[in-house]
């Protein structure tokens, strides 16, 4: 028997994502410099070409989105990556790639904003632009690493994510993640789990590139393959022909979209929890705020202090079910993020449709600074002092 050959490396955030993206069979790559992102394009510019794939910096992030988007339609595994000024401009390609189904990976580095802001430093302030920035309803995956080794195995589920549901999908990492080094061992590659997209069954004269299997989502054809059919950003039937005056055709497509996410969120939903048991004050962090919330847990478990951890890893879909129930009999959630309180928002929004009575604190940092689990810790103390 031959052995399984994993890899023990010393890795940095964003190599890790370059492994990932590899391991995962990227063919393309379309970038523009950007810190703290730039090494991801960096090292793809050598290591993808070295496997017979492509990679093109474009004039900006504008053109970086739309060409994995059209990447995506002639059948490539198509990724960019970027941080929070280049994640704006990507926005209305962004809503174009989600209304015509075409799975693509977007990596978004967050960095202090708005604007240029703090360029080299960390942020959690763009949550929210991950699941809102472009207009109008749609469909996405974001995923949140905590570590390096979690940054591989996150880029891989983004691409498996994004092929099986034609969806973009954003894996939101920052800038502490990105360019934190940790050892790291990678599986050896016949233990990861590749997922490639549906092809149709039918012949190029049956096929409807919009008409859904019973998941929701519709087989995909490539423009190489010798099906034709007409690709639009406008609402469209299910022959893709653009149909612009009737609402039952609109609702039908944008309600489908959205729905193919809801109904596999089962498998879509990641998230980890420790000492929830019987944790009267929970701890809600995802990111690099999961390091420090650990620790703070840890020390106030050592006080008596029955605390315990929620982490989202898929930040979203939000996991509401998944929460609600950590929650349990907890009469507090403390929210550390690196922004004005963007996810604690939905953290209450939560608890008051799970039909809680916890209230939320929130332990903000708006100046691009790590929370320190001594912040945390002292306020897990001050919340139990107080009580409910």
Same mark, same amino acid.
């Given at each position: 028997?031959?052995?399984?050959?994993?890899?023990?490396?010393?890795? #940095?955030?964003?190599?890790?994502?370059?492994e990932?993206?590899?391991?995962?069979?990227?063919?393309?790559?379309?970038?523009?410099?950007?810190?703290?992102?730039?090494?991801?394009?960096?090292?793809?510019? =050598?290591?993808?070409?070295?496997?017979?794939? %492509?990679?093109?910096?474009?004039?900006?992030?504008?053109?970086?989105?739309?060409?994995?988007?059209?990447?995506?339609?002639?059948?490539?595994?198509?990724?960019?990556?970027?941080?929070?000024?280049?994640? !704006?401009l990507? =926005?209305?390609?962004?809503?174009f790639?989600a209304?015509?189904?075409?799975?693509?990976?977007? @990596?978004?580095?967050?960095?202090?904003?708005?604007?240029?802001?703090?360029?080299?430093?960390?942020? #959690? +302030?763009? @949550?929210?632009?991950?699941?809102?920035?472009?207009?109008?309803?749609?469909?996405?995956?974001a995923? %949140?690493?905590?570590?390096?080794?979690?940054?591989?195995?996150?880029?891989?589920?983004?691409?498996?994510y994004?092929?099986?549901?034609?969806?973009?999908?954003?894996?939101?990492?920052?800038?502490s993640?990105?360019?934190?080094?940790?050892?790291?061992?990678?599986?050896?590659?016949e233990?990861? /789990?590749?997922?490639?997209?549906?092809?149709?069954?039918?012949?190029?004269?049956?096929? =409807?590139?919009?008409?859904?299997?019973?998941?929701?989502?519709?087989? &995909?054809?490539?423009?190489s393959?010798?099906?034709?059919?007409?690709?639009?950003?406008?609402?469209?039937?299910?022959?893709? !022909?653009?149909?612009? &005056?009737?609402p039952?055709?609109?609702s039908?497509?944008?309600?489908r979209?959205?729905?193919?996410?809801?109904?596999n969120? /089962?498998?879509?939903?990641r998230?980890?929890? %420790?000492?929830?048991?019987d944790?009267?004050?929970? @701890?809600?962090?995802?990111?690099?705020i999961?390091?420090?919330?650990?620790?703070?847990?840890?020390? +106030?478990?050592?006080?008596?202090?029955k605390a315990?951890? $929620?982490?989202?890893?898929?930040?979203?879909? $939000?996991?509401d079910?998944? $929460?609600? =129930?950590?929650?349990?009999?907890?009469?507090?959630?403390?929210?550390?993020?690196?922004? !004005?309180? /963007?996810?604690a928002?939905?953290?209450?929004?939560?608890?008051c449709?799970g039909?809680?009575?916890?209230r939320v604190?929130?332990l903000?940092? &708006?100046?691009?600074?790590?929370?320190?689990?001594?912040?945390?810790?002292?306020?897990?103390?001050?919340?139990?002092?107080?009580?409910?």
């Amino acid at each position: 028997m031959t052995e399984k050959k994993e890899r023990v490396c010393l890795l #940095q955030g964003n190599e890790a994502c370059v492994e990932g993206a590899l391991a995962a069979g990227v063919d393309l790559f379309a970038g523009y410099p950007i810190t703290p992102a730039t090494e991801i394009a960096e090292l793809l510019s =050598q290591r993808l070409p070295e496997r017979g794939g %492509s990679f093109v910096q474009m004039e900006d992030e504008l053109a970086c989105m739309a060409a994995i988007t059209g990447a995506s339609l002639v059948g490539a595994k198509a990724m960019t990556a970027t941080s929070g000024p280049g994640f !704006s401009l990507m =926005q209305e390609n962004l809503g174009f790639a989600a209304m015509v189904e075409a799975p693509c990976v977007i @990596v978004l580095v967050q960095r202090g904003g708005p604007s240029t802001g703090l360029a080299t430093l960390p942020a #959690q +302030a763009d @949550v929210m632009q991950a699941r809102w920035g472009t207009h109008g309803d749609h469909p996405v995956i974001a995923l %949140s690493p905590a570590s390096v080794r979690e940054t591989f195995d996150l880029t891989i589920a983004a691409f498996n994510y994004a092929e099986k549901y034609r969806v973009p999908v954003i894996l939101l990492t920052d800038a502490s993640i990105a360019h934190l080094r940790e050892k790291t061992i990678l599986p050896a590659p016949e233990d990861i /789990q590749i997922v490639n997209r549906k092809k149709p069954q039918v012949s190029p004269e049956e096929y =409807q590139p919009y008409a859904p299997d019973a998941d929701g989502v519709p087989p &995909m054809a490539s423009f190489s393959e010798g099906y034709r059919y007409y690709v639009t950003g406008c609402v469209h039937n299910e022959k893709g !022909s653009p149909v612009l &005056m009737d609402p039952e055709v609109a609702s039908r497509l944008l309600t489908r979209l959205e729905d193919k996410i809801k109904r596999n969120r /089962q498998d879509i939903i990641r998230y980890d929890t %420790s000492h929830v048991d019987d944790a009267e004050i929970l @701890v809600f962090a995802y990111g690099s705020i999961t390091r420090p919330a650990k620790e703070a847990v840890l020390k +106030a478990r050592q006080e008596g202090i029955k605390a315990g951890l $929620f982490r989202p890893i898929t930040i979203w879909p $939000f996991p509401d079910e998944e $929460f609600v =129930q950590a929650l349990g009999q907890a009469h507090t959630v403390i929210v550390p993020e690196m922004n !004005s309180g /963007q996810y604690a928002g939905e953290v209450a929004r939560a608890v008051c449709d799970g039909g809680k009575q916890a209230r939320v604190v929130r332990l903000l940092e &708006m100046g691009s600074r790590l929370i320190h689990s001594d912040e945390i810790t002292a306020k897990v103390r001050e919340v139990a002092r107080h009580g409910k």
